[in-house]
């Protein structure tokens, strides 16, 4: 659903519903006068669409559990068999008497299975309708086993054993060819190893009126264009106008010369280098100082790539002293280890998952728990790098971003996003939209250009990435963050 190399013209909705949020949706839409079990064979319904428009008929397995998750298998394992499929069915445990779940197993009518590992691996697809996002528990050695059997799967909201809340793995998960889920996003359809564990993501529509999102608070966004909206050139601006930004250069000014370029890509009007020691290499179109950091003419500077450690643990003070808006990366992220109290007045910080652990303590499976308690901490924006980066703001909201292809893991990438954030910032955008656009763009960049990327090549590839980000922006309704 989300692939890295081709952006679709419509993103999926930017809500996402852990599985408590999502519960209480479904209870809004009953309250509405939906009834659990239309709700039950209109998820059924959307499974048996999705095998049948990617699978030919072959030998099915649903393998069902005693709750609603079970109850939409065997909706679906109904709806194949109808459709000529051969299907069998076998039952961890019968569902609760009188629930939607009985209801739906009392319209079962066709073959029944025990629920071993044999049976699944005598099938040729194995439809996945244990346990659905909310379990919290590990799962049992037996049902491990039987799913692990299975040749090919396809899950019900996520694959059993699978956190929709964190993405982290209970137990022995199996992996899923396709989960189809309902509704909004989860997180753990994202976060990883949640977002690989599920492979193909459906997100079906089953009939829940999106006037439920007013009772229920999202757990998180999902990062894209309709949560920010980029400054565009007016006709009557200048330089000034459009943002100023410095650099800190240090003892590897190659990282501080890629900020700075990234800065100017994205659309600052005047960045300059602010040079704590010669430096050869300086494009043409920055400014090159060497002033102290307490006379910085910037709107935002950008300290730590870099830097040296040494440097940025003098520097840092200096730079917070002055005022402006500041994005802390790398080094200075480093020389702060144990001390989040000493980065307090910082706008944007942007640490990958070690310096995190060096600063705030082990990210921990609840990646994006980990990151909102650091923004509190720390009262900064918090962008936690990776595969899965998480952009947390002091007063709790957060997004997940899924643009980023594997191979921005290249020495400099996260230079460069620094030096975005850095240029968004300067030209007005909040320190919140400033992160979410820079890592969506970013993500977006390294996406065009694919394989064999290096930072350098991220430069050229802002231009054609913020072209999407309006494209995409034209089709999507306000949203505001």
Same mark, same amino acid.
């Given at each position: 659903?989300?692939?890295?190399?081709?952006?679709?013209?419509?993103?999926?909705?930017?809500?996402?519903?852990?599985?408590?949020?999502?519960?209480?949706?479904?209870?809004?839409?009953?309250?509405?006068?939906?009834?659990?079990?239309?709700?039950?064979?209109?998820?059924?319904?959307?499974?048996?669409?999705?095998?049948?428009?990617?699978?030919?008929?072959?030998?099915?397995?649903?393998?069902?559990?005693?709750?609603?998750?079970?109850?939409?298998?065997?909706?679906?394992?109904?709806?194949?068999?109808?459709?000529?499929?051969? =299907?069998?069915? %076998?039952? #961890?445990?019968? $569902?609760? @008497?009188?629930?939607? !779940? &009985?209801?739906? /197993? *009392?319209?079962?009518?066709?073959?029944?299975?025990?629920?071993?590992?044999?049976?699944?691996?005598?099938?040729?697809?194995?439809?996945?309708? =244990?346990?659905? %996002?909310? #379990?919290?528990? $590990?799962? @049992?050695?037996?049902? !491990? &086993?039987?799913? /692990? *059997?299975?040749?090919?799967?396809?899950?019900?909201?996520?694959?059993?054993?699978?956190?929709?809340?964190?993405?982290?793995?209970?137990?022995? =998960?199996?992996? %899923?060819? #396709?989960?189809?889920?309902?509704?909004?996003?989860?997180?753990?359809?994202?976060?990883?190893?949640?977002?690989?564990?599920?492979?193909?993501?459906?997100?079906?529509?089953?009939?829940?009126?999106?006037?439920?999102?007013?009772? =229920?608070?999202?757990?998180? #966004?999902?990062?894209?264009?309709?949560?920010?909206?980029?400054?565009?050139?007016?006709?009557?601006?200048?330089?000034?106008?459009?943002?100023?930004?410095?650099?800190?250069?240090?003892?590897?000014?190659?990282?501080?010369?890629?900020?700075?370029?990234?800065?100017?890509?994205?659309?600052?009007?005047?960045?300059?280098?602010?040079?704590?020691?010669?430096?050869?290499?300086?494009?043409?179109?920055?400014?090159?100082?060497?002033?102290?950091?307490?006379?910085?003419?910037?709107?935002?500077?950008?300290?730590?790539?870099?830097?040296?450690?040494?440097?940025?643990?003098?520097?840092?003070?200096?730079?917070?002293?002055?005022?402006?808006?500041?994005?802390?990366?790398?080094?200075?992220?480093?020389?702060?280890?144990?001390?989040?109290?000493?980065?307090?007045?910082?706008?944007?910080?942007?640490?990958?998952?070690?310096?995190?652990?060096?600063?705030?303590?082990?990210?921990?499976?609840?990646?994006?728990?980990?990151?909102?308690?650091?923004?509190?901490?720390?009262?900064?924006?918090?962008?936690?790098?990776?595969?899965?980066?998480?952009?947390?703001?002091?007063?709790?909201?957060?997004?997940?971003?899924?643009?980023?292809?594997?191979?921005?893991?290249?020495?400099?990438?996260?230079?460069?996003?620094?030096?975005?954030?850095?240029?968004?910032?300067?030209?007005?955008?909040?320190?919140?939209?400033?992160?979410?656009?820079?890592?969506?763009?970013?993500?977006?960049?390294?996406?065009?250009?694919?394989?064999?990327?290096?930072?350098?090549?991220?430069?050229?590839?802002?231009?054609?990435?913020?072209?999407?980000?309006?494209?995409?922006?034209?089709?999507?309704?306000?949203?505001?963050?």
């Amino acid at each position: 659903m989300l692939d890295a190399r081709h952006l679709p013209r419509h993103l999926p909705p930017p809500e996402l519903l852990d599985p408590a949020a999502m519960a209480r949706a479904d209870q809004a839409a009953i309250a509405a006068g939906i009834s659990g079990f239309t709700l039950m064979e209109a998820a059924g319904r959307a499974v048996a669409r999705a095998i049948r428009q990617r699978f030919a008929p072959a030998r099915v397995l649903v393998l069902a559990g005693p709750g609603n998750n079970g109850g939409d298998g065997y909706v679906a394992a109904r709806l194949l068999q109808r459709a000529g499929w051969p =299907v069998r069915l %076998a039952a #961890l445990a019968p $569902p609760g @008497a009188g629930s939607d !779940a &009985a209801r739906a /197993a *009392a319209d079962w009518s066709g073959p029944m299975a025990p629920f071993t590992p044999e049976s699944a691996a005598a099938a040729d697809l194995v439809v996945d309708a =244990v346990f659905g %996002a909310g #379990l919290s528990r $590990p799962l @049992a050695a037996t049902v !491990a &086993a039987t799913l /692990a *059997a299975a040749r090919n799967r396809v899950a019900i909201d996520v694959p059993s054993g699978l956190d929709g809340g964190t993405g982290a793995a209970r137990g022995e =998960v199996s992996p %899923a060819a #396709l989960t189809v889920t309902f509704f909004r996003l989860k997180p753990g359809h994202l976060l990883l190893p949640g977002r690989t564990l599920c492979g193909e993501i459906v997100l079906a529509d089953i009939g829940l009126p999106v006037s439920v999102l007013g009772a =229920v608070a999202a757990s998180a #966004l999902l990062n894209q264009p309709a949560l920010w909206r980029l400054r565009r050139p007016g006709a009557s601006d200048h330089k000034y106008r459009r943002g100023t930004v410095a650099v800190i250069a240090g003892e590897m000014a190659g990282a501080a010369l890629l900020a700075a370029e990234a800065a100017r890509r994205i659309g600052a009007g005047l960045v300059s280098i602010q040079a704590l020691a010669p430096l050869q290499g300086v494009a043409p179109g920055l400014i090159l100082r060497h002033a102290p950091l307490s006379d910085i003419r910037a709107d935002v500077v950008v300290c730590g790539p870099g830097l040296g450690v040494a440097t940025a643990r003098v520097q840092l003070p200096a730079v917070l002293r002055a005022g402006r808006q500041v994005v802390a990366d790398a080094d200075t992220l480093t020389a702060c280890a144990g001390q989040p109290e000493a980065l307090r007045g910082a706008a944007v910080l942007t640490p990958h998952e070690g310096e995190f652990a060096r600063v705030f303590g082990p990210v921990g499976a609840d990646r994006l728990g980990a990151a909102r308690r650091a923004a509190a901490l720390s009262g900064a924006v918090i962008v936690l790098k990776g595969a899965d980066t998480v952009v947390a703001a002091p007063d709790g909201r957060a997004a997940i971003n899924a643009s980023a292809p594997p191979a921005l893991a290249t020495a400099g990438s996260g230079d460069v996003l620094a030096g975005m954030i850095g240029g968004l910032l300067a030209q007005g955008l909040t320190a919140f939209e400033a992160a979410l656009a820079a890592v969506w763009l970013h993500g977006r960049a390294g996406a065009l250009i694919g394989r064999g990327l290096v930072a350098e090549d991220l430069l050229a590839a802002l231009a054609p990435a913020l072209a999407e980000a309006d494209e995409v922006s034209a089709l999507s309704p306000d949203r505001p963050v």
